[in-house]
């Protein structure tokens, strides 16, 4: 059996892993549409998409190509932290995330801007409510990672640090950029609220979506994996 098919085998071969897989992908894909409405909701992106932003409005260059060339940068440094190979895997997750993100906001939502407080406040928290679920959901599936969240996931264990705490102080530091970068445009209240609460968002929906994780360990699944032993 060759490589690729036994790569087939272990990741899709069976209906509960390719249900897995769907879920991830639906991750994927719900998190880039939070995104997209942090971002017309004008009240401040999160941190990291704040520097995506700042270099959007710079250089004038939608969203997700930046965060794309960011990822694949992100990439080469978390190899280099693990002393690894590069996870050249992760670009499904990255171009599906930049794709997703130009689609959601260019196209489908037309990049709208909204104008009263209201809307706009009732915009961002779905939007971080969708970015968390979203997050949460791929980060259980045995799949390749964004690798914002794998570098998350790397200083987790290297420093025994939660989630809850690496990711806040991560999302400070590049909330510090994205300032310089963008200035008060790209950086408001919504920016400050996001580093704060949307670990703690991510953790809830990563509690509470195990299902996820062991839709693999499924009797089915098992059986399958001891084909290939």
Known sequence: MSKLSEMYHHYLGSKQKWLQFSLY?????????GLALLVISAV????????????????????????????????????????????????????????????????????????VLWAQWGVFVIGVVFMGLGIGMYL????????????????????NQSKRVVRILFEFALAGLG???GGWDVVGLGTVITALFLGPIIQYFYEITGFVERLSHSKASKKQDSVLE
């Open 44 to 115: 401040g992106v999160a941190p990291g998409d704040s520097v995506a932003l700042g270099l959007s409005k710079r250089f004038d260059i939608k969203i997700g190509y930046l965060l794309i060339i960011g990822f694949i940068a992100l990439v080469l440094v978390n190899a280099k932290i693990e002393g690894k190979r590069p996870r050249f895997e992760s670009l499904l997750p990255i171009l599906l995330r930049g794709w997703t993100l130009n689609l959601w906001l260019y196209n489908v939502l037309n990049n709208t801007r909204i104008d």
């Open 140 to 159: 259980r599936a045995p799949f390749p990672h964004i690798p914002v969240d794998h570098f998350m996931m790397i200083v987790n264990e290297k420093t």
């Open 25 to 33: 992908l639906f991750g994927i894909v719900i998190s880039s549409l």
């Open 179 to 181: 300032l310089y970068l």
